[in-house]
């Protein structure tokens, strides 16, 4: 697919235009983690979506979603072209850590989170655009694949381990230890304590 917006089957190699400068500022860690400090998803979703106006984007306010594309698709790769993007392997990577932000940012308060979905049913309206506004998602907005999967109603995949998706993330990290050689495990800091603190520290 691609480009722009042709959905018409076009073989095409693989380009990647890295961006360093773009990475190096949008994708640090405390920029990343400072999104979670929003206790509303409409609130999450903007600052994850950053930068985004009628489908340009404003590189000193780029979020971790668009920050990521353009880091690696730059100005001619298919990761920065929103129907070409993918056709690069990496785009899965890219929305894998994506979704492991957002399960972070759920698992903070469940109870009320795996609940909480808000956001226009049309690309390009408010907050994200001037484009005329219709209705927001509720949870039992359907999303689907087309002919590779039916629709289903949002409520359906809110939780990685509800009745129809069946996954986690794990709460270790692996690390590398260059004197040895070898790989082991780490536990990683209780999040929401952790998460706190931060948010209380930065002022978010």
Same mark, same amino acid.
């Given at each position: 697919m691609g480009p722009f917006n042709s959905t018409a089957k076009r073989p095409q190699c693989l380009r990647r235009d890295f961006t360093p400068s773009?990475? $190096? *500022? !949008?994708?640090?860690?405390? =920029?990343? !983690? !400072? $999104?979670?400090?929003?206790? $509303? /998803?409409g609130a999450y979703d903007v600052k994850v979506q950053g930068? =985004?106006?009628?489908? !340009?984007? *404003?590189?000193?306010? @780029?979020? /971790?979603?668009?920050?990521?594309? *353009?880091s690696v698709g730059g100005e001619a790769g298919q990761m920065a072209d929103v129907y070409a993007s993918p056709g690069d392997p990496m785009f899965y990577l890219h929305h894998t850590s994506i979704d492991h932000e957002w399960w972070k940012w759920q698992n903070v308060d469940p109870e009320a989170r795996l609940k909480d979905a808000t956001g226009p049913t049309i690309a390009n309206s408010p907050p994200f655009g001037n484009r005329t506004s219709g209705p927001?998602?509720?949870?039992? /907005?359907? *999303?689907g694949l087309n002919e590779l999967e039916p629709k289903v109603p949002l409520r359906r995949v809110m939780n990685t381990q509800g009745d129809l998706l069946?996954?986690?993330? @794990?709460?270790?990290? @692996?690390?590398?230890?260059?004197?040895?050689?070898?790989?082991?495990?780490e536990e990683l800091t209780e999040y929401d304590e952790d998460l706190g603190r931060f948010c209380g520290d930065s002022g978010n």
């Open positions: 773009l990475s $190096t *500022i !949008r994708l640090k860690e405390e =920029v990343v !983690r !400072r $999104t979670h400090c929003e206790t $509303t /998803f930068g =985004v106006r009628d489908g !340009r984007l *404003i590189i000193e306010q @780029a979020g /971790f979603h668009a920050a990521g594309h *353009i927001n998602i509720t949870l039992d /907005f359907e *999303i069946c996954y986690t993330y @794990a709460k270790e990290k @692996a690390v590398y230890d260059p004197e040895t050689g070898e790989w082991f495990s």
